[in-house]
């Protein structure tokens, strides 16, 4: 007979043997999957190896300690995502408050209670699935999302998609690029006095990098939606959309980029006034009268197929 946790792994770090051996039995017959390191470097080459879904750390051990396990593992993208419970007898604050810095979720105090440690990880691994589900559908659906933290700027979490993008534009790292740590910090602000933020966050060679500002969480966190432009991409959708002729959507994809005619006919090496007739020709095939109403469209349309 399966039980409920089989399918779960637990890594238990201490290195005291009494301490192993309740915990062990007591997750043993929980139906977990048990895990075992008696010193640090071991627990950061289980974990690696393992990936684990809750790492129980003991907080003081000989050679390297329990927060500096922590701080390793929330820096590797393979395991900063997996919930870290201290165990420790220190409970003067500053401990405590050291093990949060750390990266850890949670702590529980020796002597050790299975009882309390049992429903403390089953809730860690509920939420750790929460996340991850939420992740990947996202994912499915193509999102590049990201999780900031607000107070460290750290990259909580993020799609595959949107690692890709980051990593393109600014390089691979834990942090939020300084760049888009700006931008949302202006978002916030702009949100909160009840404007927007424009969505322009990098340009580079004939790409462009947005971003909307989705939310900030209870937890203090930030989402934010990334989407990546080019010209040659967005040129070919409208003429799709709008039976355009390769000219004519140059000149509309210019147009919902806010350039002027003047601008658009610098860009494409020709004259104000045949930007005008191609113009004529967009507002004809799109049934609109202004630019305004051209261009809403063209961003509507350009939106809709980036989703």
Do not use: C
Not at 136 to 161: C, E, H, N, P, Y
Not at 253 to 266: E, F, M, P, Q
Not at 283 to 294: G, I, M, P, S, Y
């Amino acid at each position: 007979m399966t039980t409920p946790h089989m399918q779960h792994v637990v890594l238990i770090v201490d290195d005291q043997p009494d301490n192993l051996t309740l915990l062990h039995d007591a997750l043993d017959d929980a139906g977990y999957t048990v895990l075992v390191a008696t010193d640090g470097e071991a627990a950061l080459q289980r974990a690696r190896l393992s990936l684990p879904d809750v790492i129980l750390l003991d907080a003081v051990m000989p050679g390297l300690d329990g927060f500096e396990v922590a701080r390793r593992l929330k820096a590797a993208f393979a395991t900063r995502a997996i919930p870290i419970v201290f165990m420790t007898g220190l409970t003067e604050s500053e401990h405590v408050v050291a093990a949060f810095a750390a990266g850890g979720a949670d702590y529980v105090t020796k002597p050790l209670r299975p009882p309390e440690v049992l429903v403390r990880i089953a809730a860690h691994i509920q939420n750790a699935r929460q996340m991850t589900q939420a992740s990947s559908a996202l994912d499915a659906f193509g999102q590049a999302t990201v999780a900031i933290a607000a107070r460290s700027g750290r990259l909580v979490w993020q799609t595959a998609l949107a690692r890709r993008l980051i990593e393109h534009y600014f390089g691979a790292g834990d942090q939020a690029p300084p760049a888009l740590l700006a931008w949302t910090q202006a978002a916030q602000a702009a949100r909160l006095a009840g404007t927007e933020q424009p969505a322009l966050l990098l340009a580079q060679q004939g790409r462009r990098l947005l971003a909307s500002f989705h939310d900030q969480t209870g937890d203090e966190e930030w989402l934010v939606v990334l989407r990546e432009e080019n010209d040659e991409a967005s040129i070919q959708t409208l003429m799709g959309a709008f039976r355009l002729t390769q000219r004519e959507a140059e000149v509309l994809h210019w147009l919902s980029l806010g350039k002027t005619n003047r601008d658009i006919a610098d860009i494409l090496d020709m004259s104000p006034r045949t930007v005008n007739k191609h113009l004529e020709h967009v507002f004809d095939k799109l049934a609109v009268e202004t630019r305004t109403a051209a261009a809403s469209l063209a961003l509507g349309k350009l939106r809709g197929s980036a989703a």
